[in-house]
């Protein structure tokens, strides 16, 4: 479907292929269990891709975004039920929050801390609006000295979460909706990884113990909360690479995913799922230092979290691409290898970058391709000039 994409298309370019991506679409709400899937917003970043996930099943309901401006933006376009990822805590957007939930839209904060609490009710107070909250719990393992997990939220047990609870029920103006658990360790780490062949079964291990600690862990929360008389709307946990886990968790309403509708690099490494790549970006060569090595037009689009090699994007097709270990991904040239493809100047390499969302920050549009057509153009956030971090 690649072929001939760049006679088509003007590069660089984002293209996505739309039948893998409604693939994805399928398999991932074939993947939940029967609960219901909040779409994060981070690993998309375009509006008619949500539209697009939302019109595929209804299995899928809510976002998770990333930034309070993220979420005023989406609910103006007329999303609801949307639960903000992160705490955050700039006033002017929170102001809008609270008097865009007094009109009846539904945009829910994460909180985690006593500071949080007392800054939301203080800007209810002040604008005669409300907050629906969110509790964030962290659901990381500890292996010995191990951290196994993220660094977010301090609120480890059922005695941390009915503190807090407590805390909001004390106001008016601020309502607990659900409790979140996003288990990092599982659904983002890999344990496939290629030249990892000894920490792959390591990882795997430590993944399967996280999995019946967490499981206890949420349940005992959530009944403690129900002791205390807080019923929730919501248990939020996972994401695209703990779906197999999260789902088969009683105590969980619903789960978070983003990245698998892309399918993005470092996707390809998980044991228990295989999802189709359906987001690429095409760049030109544009000229031919040496026999063999074909310079392309940008591609230095390496993905965030720790450095390394996995990060880097890499040439899929024409397959047998190799960057070169002294530039890599370029800032604005990117050398590939290949030993047996004859190129020509202006013609497209394709690539993969290694995570989802972040891509669609480099780019305006993304290219909609069915059977080699070009069948949509969709703006990203970018394009409709929107950056939220
Ligand atoms: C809170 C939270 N939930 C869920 C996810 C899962 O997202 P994805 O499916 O894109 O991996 C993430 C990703 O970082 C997250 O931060």
Redesign the pocket.
Known sequence: MLKNVARDVSLPALILDVHAFDDNCKKIAEMANGKSI?I?T???RSVPVLKRVFQSNSIFKGL?C?SPNEAIFLAEKGFDDILL??PCWDEGALIQIAQFNGNGTQITC?VDSSEHIDHLKEIAEKVNGMFYLCI?VDMSTKFGSLHFG?R?SPLKNEEDVIQLALKIKQSPRIKLLGI?G?E?QI??VGDKMPAQHLKNPVIAFMKRKSITEIKVRRKTIVQALEREGLQLAFV????????DSTSKEEIVTEL??????YSPLL?DYYRNFRLKPSLFFALPVVRKPAPNIYTCLGGGYVSSGPHGKEKVPQPVYPSGGKLLPFEGAGEVQTPVYYEKEALEIGDAIIFRAA???EICERFNEIVCLADQQIVDRYHTYRGEGKCFL
């Open positions: 909040r994060a981070k690993s998309i998770m990333f990822g992160y994460m964030d993220v977010r979140m996003y990092a659904a983002g939020n946990g996972g994401g695209t690479g703990s779906l978070t995913a983003g990245s698998g509708f996707f995570k989802a969302g």
